[in-house]
């Protein structure tokens, strides 16, 4: 079983950056593929980024490539989503994701694990 905790949400300005954090429990986070997923309000959870168990393989949505970019430290549990140039159409709340096995994936269903969510603001 693994716990997912985030952290790092909050409001910001269009075009200002955050770092949203995900501390895992669970003694095998290095063999679970990662991922953030977010939902706006009256929206579905759609994917935003995701990283294999290593780190090697990284897959994000288009509406976030060049912006913002996933990590993790297998060595402290942690995956990172560092989100730049923010706009207002990111508002949403943030939420991390693992699954059972080392494969990085874009697919809602296919995750285990999710923490309760961060709330991130851009305002205009």
């Known amino acids: 079983q693994v716990q997912l905790v985030e952290s790092g949400g909050g409001l910001v300005q269009a075009g200002g950056s955050l770092t949203l954090s995900c501390t895992a429990s669970?003694?095998?986070?290095?063999?679970?593929?990662m991922g953030w997923f977010r939902q706006a309000p009256g929206e579905e959870r759609e994917f935003v980024a995701g990283?294999?168990?290593?780190?090697?393989?990284?897959y994000y949505t288009d509406s976030v490539k060049g912006r913002f970019a996933i990590s993790r430290d297998n060595a402290r549990n942690l995956v990172y989503l560092y989100m730049n140039s923010l706009k207002p159409e990111d508002t949403a709340v943030y939420y991390c994701?693992?699954?059972?096995?080392?494969?990085?994936?874009?697919?809602?269903?296919?995750?285990?694990?999710w923490g309760q969510g961060t709330q991130v603001t851009v305002s205009s």
């Open positions: 990283s294999s168990a290593s780190g090697v393989i990284r």
């Open positions: 994701a693992g699954r059972s096995t080392a494969v990085a994936s874009e697919t809602l269903r296919e995750y285990d694990y």
């Open positions: 669970g003694r095998t986070f290095s063999a679970n593929a």
